[in-house]
């Protein structure tokens, strides 16, 4: 919720979102920005959610979807691909 009364919303250009988060979980968060129309690439992470949660989280446009723990390099190729399939990468 912090991220999207800041002044840096819909300034990312990539999101690592853990499906559960203190006030607005990452799901939320990710419907949030769809309604008000912020096309920013999202990672999740996740050490605890529910195949229905990843599904969720994938139909609804994240990039990837990791379990905790993850390998830094795994991390930064889910962010590389992110960044790379982002609307703003074609122009």
Request: aromatic share 2%; charged share 20%; proline share 5%.
């Given at each position: 919720m912090d991220?999207?009364?800041s002044a840096q919303a819909g300034a990312a250009s990539c999101?690592?979102?853990d499906v559960r988060m203190p006030?607005?979980?990452g799901l939320s968060?990710?419907?949030?920005?769809?309604?008000?129309g912020q096309?920013?690439?999202?990672v999740f992470l996740s050490a605890r959610a529910s195949e229905e949660e990843r599904r969720?989280?994938?139909?609804?446009?994240?990039s990837s979807f990791l379990h905790?723990?993850?390998?830094?390099?795994?991390?930064?190729?889910a962010i590389r691909t992110a960044?790379?399939?982002s609307p703003a990468a074609s122009q």
């Open positions: 991220y999207l009364q999101l690592v979102l006030g607005m979980d968060l990710q419907r949030r920005l769809a309604e008000t096309t920013v690439p999202i969720a989280a994938l139909a609804a446009g994240a905790k723990p993850v390998g830094k390099e795994a991390l930064l190729q960044l790379e399939e």
